[in-house]
């Protein structure tokens, strides 16, 4: 017939707790990712007391969106000498166009677009550069973005 009540220690800051069901709850933003360790959830009925074992929480980044990349096959090379043996593509992409850090390679002249997934939420940044047989590679392309909502 006693009333419990609930306490929680170690909670990060984005979440709520109830302390008189023991709930503990909320929606972590993107800025919230990380992993926060030692909750410890506490019950009373004001003359004993027991705690949960101490839980952790991760907030992870979901991927939430895709780009298609797509563009026309070049037929000459820098120097304006035709491309005979054209080989296959790299699409270069990041969160910086300055940065374009991930790549991919695509081998194969007939391709002229691609999906890429996984894409988590901000502004991309794509280039595309052509490679030969030789592996000889192209200057890249001007470089396009879209935002992942």
Same mark, same amino acid.
């Given at each position: 017939?006693?009333? =419990?009540?609930?306490?929680?220690?170690? $909670?990060? +800051?984005? $979440?709520?707790?109830?302390?008189?069901? %023991? /709930?503990?709850?909320?929606?972590?933003? $993107?800025?919230?990712? %990380?992993?926060?360790?030692?909750?410890?959830? *506490?019950?009373?009925? +004001?003359?004993?007391?027991?705690?949960?074992?101490?839980?952790?929480?991760?907030?992870?980044?979901?991927?939430?969106?895709? #780009?298609?990349?797509?563009?026309?096959?070049?037929?000459?090379?820098?120097? +304006?000498?035709?491309?005979?043996?054209? #080989?296959?593509?790299?699409?270069?992409? +990041? *969160?910086?166009?300055?940065?374009?850090?991930?790549?991919?390679?695509?081998?194969?002249?007939? =391709?002229?677009?691609?999906?890429?997934?996984? =894409?988590?939420? %901000? /502004?991309?940044?794509?280039?595309?550069?052509?490679?030969?047989?030789? %592996?000889?590679?192209?200057?890249?392309?001007?470089?396009?973005? /879209?935002?992942?909502?």
């Amino acid at each position: 017939g006693q009333t =419990l009540t609930f306490r929680v220690t170690g $909670a990060p +800051g984005w $979440a709520t707790f109830n302390s008189a069901t %023991g /709930k503990l709850s909320g929606t972590p933003g $993107a800025g919230n990712v %990380g992993l926060t360790e030692g909750i410890v959830i *506490t019950v009373s009925d +004001g003359t004993a007391s027991a705690s949960l074992p101490a839980f952790s929480l991760a907030v992870v980044q979901v991927a939430t969106g895709s #780009a298609t990349v797509s563009w026309l096959p070049p037929t000459q090379r820098t120097d +304006g000498s035709a491309l005979t043996n054209l #080989a296959g593509y790299h699409i270069r992409f +990041g *969160t910086s166009a300055t940065a374009l850090n991930q790549v991919i390679t695509l081998n194969g002249s007939g =391709l002229t677009s691609y999906v890429i997934e996984g =894409l988590t939420t %901000g /502004k991309w940044y794509f280039g595309i550069s052509a490679f030969d047989a030789a %592996g000889i590679e192209s200057d890249m392309s001007n470089v396009g973005s /879209k935002t992942i909502p």
